[in-house]
């Protein structure tokens, strides 16, 4: 068996393993529903209605993605604009960690009072929430070029546009799918989070009335979906790097 295959079966055992343990726990101590359901019971509650499930999935996959595209773009722009103009790097980097610690949950009811209960306001808070964390690593992926490189485009007679994306934007891939790989699961939680202060659809509603009801079994399905997205992301991007960054192995 290869290694791959058996890190992916070991986990599945411990799943298994964490999941009946739950089980039995549930069972013997007679634990109550609206305390903490069975796995057998989410189980239930999940296929009992799969599509209202799926549908508030595609609601906060969808802003999810759009809160990541631009989180994303508008990163890799300000650490280019950065690279490109170092002194802008102290008042930009003190803009960017003024957003990075205003707490996004008190943010989240604000905007949804300006712009309604509709998507926008999640967007924005997925964008402001990826933002931080793509600025930093591509900033250090473009600052990366060693000054050999940069004297050799110098002599090449290239332009600062050039040598950023001749020499800089390349090197600065890998730091750029490390920040994917905590940006794209984290897309998810900014949504769900945006979704507690209000929305009309997504699993962040369905989290929300569920724990205001204290029916339990809908939230716990809500969270699981949620893991399950988080992990396929994180596998995409994963998949993503190694089929660009061929030439880095």
Known sequence: MRPAHRSILLALLLLAGLFTAWELVV???DIPVYLLPAPTRVAQTFFDQPGHFFSALFTTLFEA??????GT???ILVAALVSL???MERGVMTIA???KSTPLAAIAPLLTIWLGFGILPK???TALLTFFPTLVNALVG???AERDSLDLMRVYGATRWQTLIHLRAWLALPYLFAALRVTAPLSLVGAVIAEWAGASSGLGRVMWLAYSNL???PMFAAIFILSLSGMASYGLIAWLEKKILRWKG
């Open 27 to 29: 069972c013997w101590r």
């Open 65 to 70: 993605l759009f809160g990541l595209l631009i």
């Open 73 to 75: 773009l508008v990163g």
């Open 85 to 87: 103009e170092p002194q």
């Open 97 to 99: 960690i003024l957003v």
């Open 123 to 125: 967007i924005i808070i």
């Open 142 to 144: 473009l600052q990366s």
């Open 215 to 217: 029916n339990l079994p």
